[in-house]
């Protein structure tokens, strides 16, 4: 049988996700949707990167995704919504930034609850990791 070299280790992923102001970092995701709803009713999310500051998206630097957790207040995991994976970034056979295609690092999403709680946006930059952001959400 194959020996698997791996011990338990403290150290989390969640140790290197950075936060920062949207307002003054570009890196963080932005989440627009209505502060409160009613239960049940479709919740239009919008997520962006770099609405301030604008991020650059070339071959060599990008937002590569997007992730949309919900946390209902006073549970104790999380629910992924969704990813939203950024897939073009200017390469084509010809080389780096020659293809004129880039996919923008913003998408809209739709989901309904019951529940009161916190959205949680985690983007990863091809060069500088992950960033995460969160908004509330009341249902009335
Ligand atoms: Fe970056």
Request: glycine residues 6%; aromatic residues 12%.
């Amino acid at each position: 049988m194959e020996k698997i070299d791996q011990t338990y280790q403290t150290e989390k992923l969640g140790d290197f996700v950075q936060t920062a102001d949207w307002k003054k970092e570009k890196h963080v995701p932005v989440i627009e949707c209505p502060t409160k709803v009613k239960a049940g009713e479709l919740i239009e999310v919008k997520l962006s990167i770099g609405k301030e500051i604008a991020h650059p998206n070339t071959t060599e630097h990008f937002i590569a995704w997007i992730n949309l957790f919900f946390k209902p207040a006073g549970e104790k995991y999380v629910y992924n919504i969704g990813h939203f994976d950024f897939n073009a970034h200017g390469a084509s056979v010809d080389g780096p930034n020659t293809s004129t295609i880039f996919t923008h690092h913003a998408v809209s999403t739709f989901f309904k609850t019951n529940k009161s709680g916190t959205l949680f946006a985690v983007s990863h930059c091809n060069i500088h990791g992950l960033w995460q952001s969160s908004k509330e959400l009341t249902i009335q």
